[in-house]
């Protein structure tokens, strides 16, 4: 079902998030920005969810019109069915320079249509990408899972489009909304962050571009949204966390017994 999470005008972002069946693979979230005839798809994921995303996709847009797939970074859980959206759409990619040479690996050589013109790769620095009248601002986000990520932000509804930070671990029981709850959540992105972020010192940057920015919206590839007080709250949390390499030491590299 999607969900969505701004509409005003010519201008909406919708969410796909029960697309994963929970025996499949680790539940994601997807999105689509549409402003007039112009629209990016975030994140779309792998061949496990290019039928069941095309098919919702189509329901708000002609597939073929799609402007352009935002790929936060690398993970099959992001772009891995690359050569279906480059196929069966017209849409160029937009992706960290670092990943556009890795990216294309995902598309038979001989597939037409998949060449160097339709990708859009952001210097380390990111990039405001055109979206008719509008725009999505690639933000910096590296090392925060990846060594090339970024977050896309919207300016119009002033929703963050996260990827990986932020996320959360949620069921099927769970009802896709935004928090603003922060300290009932922690439990479902803790672990996850501990692990999957790189260290302290780049969270804290990221943390104190985003609180610059002031979105009204935080929303993750994984999990819930969050707004209200819980964006203060998750950045400082963010912010002071220890996390990836702050965390490691000898015991962690030992040759196994």
Same mark, same amino acid.
């Given at each position: 079902?999607?969900?969505?999470?701004?509409?005003?005008?010519?201008?909406?972002?919708?969410?796909?998030?029960?697309?994963?069946?929970?025996?499949?693979?680790?539940?994601?979230?997807?999105?689509?920005?549409?402003?007039?005839?112009?629209?990016?798809?975030?994140?779309?994921?792998?061949?496990?969810?290019?039928t069941?995303?095309?098919?919702?996709?189509?329901?708000?847009?002609?597939?073929?019109?799609?402007? *352009?797939?935002?790929?936060?970074?690398?993970d099959?859980?992001?772009?891995?069915?690359?050569?279906r959206?480059?196929?069966?759409?017209?849409?160029?990619?937009?992706?960290?320079?670092?990943?556009?040479?890795?990216?294309?690996?995902?598309?038979?050589? *001989?597939?037409?249509?998949?060449?160097?013109?339709?990708?859009?790769?952001?210097?380390?620095?990111?990039?405001?990408?055109?979206?008719?009248?509008?725009?999505?601002?690639?933000?910096?986000?590296?090392?925060?899972?990846?060594?090339?990520n970024?977050?896309? *932000?919207?300016?119009?509804?002033?929703?963050?489009?996260?990827?990986?930070?932020?996320?959360?671990?949620?069921?099927?029981?769970?009802?896709?909304?935004?928090?603003?709850?922060f300290?009932?959540?922690?439990?479902?992105?803790?672990?996850?962050?501990?692990?999957?972020?790189?260290?302290?010192?780049?969270?804290?940057?990221?943390?104190?571009?985003?609180?610059?920015?002031?979105?009204?919206?935080?929303?993750?590839?994984?999990?819930?949204?969050?707004?209200?007080?819980?964006?203060?709250?998750?950045?400082?949390?963010?912010?002071?966390?220890?996390?990836?390499?702050?965390?490691?030491?000898?015991?962690? *590299?030992?040759?196994?017994?």
């Amino acid at each position: 079902m999607a969900t969505t999470l701004f509409e005003h005008g010519n201008h909406r972002c919708i969410a796909f998030n029960d697309l994963v069946r929970g025996d499949d693979g680790v539940q994601a979230n997807q999105f689509l920005i549409q402003h007039g005839d112009h629209s990016a798809l975030l994140d779309p994921g792998g061949a496990l969810l290019y039928t069941p995303l095309s098919m919702a996709v189509s329901q708000f847009i002609p597939l073929k019109s799609l402007t *352009y797939i935002l790929a936060s970074h690398q993970d099959p859980d992001i772009i891995g069915a690359v050569d279906r959206w480059l196929m069966y759409t017209d849409a160029k990619v937009v992706c960290s320079r670092l990943w556009g040479r890795f990216v294309p690996h995902s598309v038979p050589h *001989y597939q037409q249509g998949s060449s160097n013109d339709r990708y859009v790769l952001l210097p380390d620095a990111g990039q405001r990408v055109p979206l008719g009248d509008s725009r999505i601002d690639a933000l910096p986000a590296h090392f925060l899972h990846s060594v090339g990520n970024f977050s896309f *932000y919207d300016p119009v509804s002033r929703i963050l489009f996260s990827g990986d930070i932020g996320a959360s671990m949620i069921d099927s029981s769970v009802t896709y909304a935004p928090t603003e709850d922060f300290k009932a959540h922690l439990p479902r992105m803790a672990g996850f962050h501990k692990r999957y972020m790189a260290s302290n010192r780049v969270a804290r940057l990221w943390a104190a571009m985003i609180r610059e920015l002031n979105p009204v919206m935080i929303v993750p590839q994984h999990g819930l949204p969050m707004k209200g007080d819980a964006i203060s709250d998750f950045l400082d949390w963010l912010s002071e966390l220890p996390c990836g390499v702050d965390l490691m030491d000898s015991r962690d *590299y030992q040759l196994p017994d």
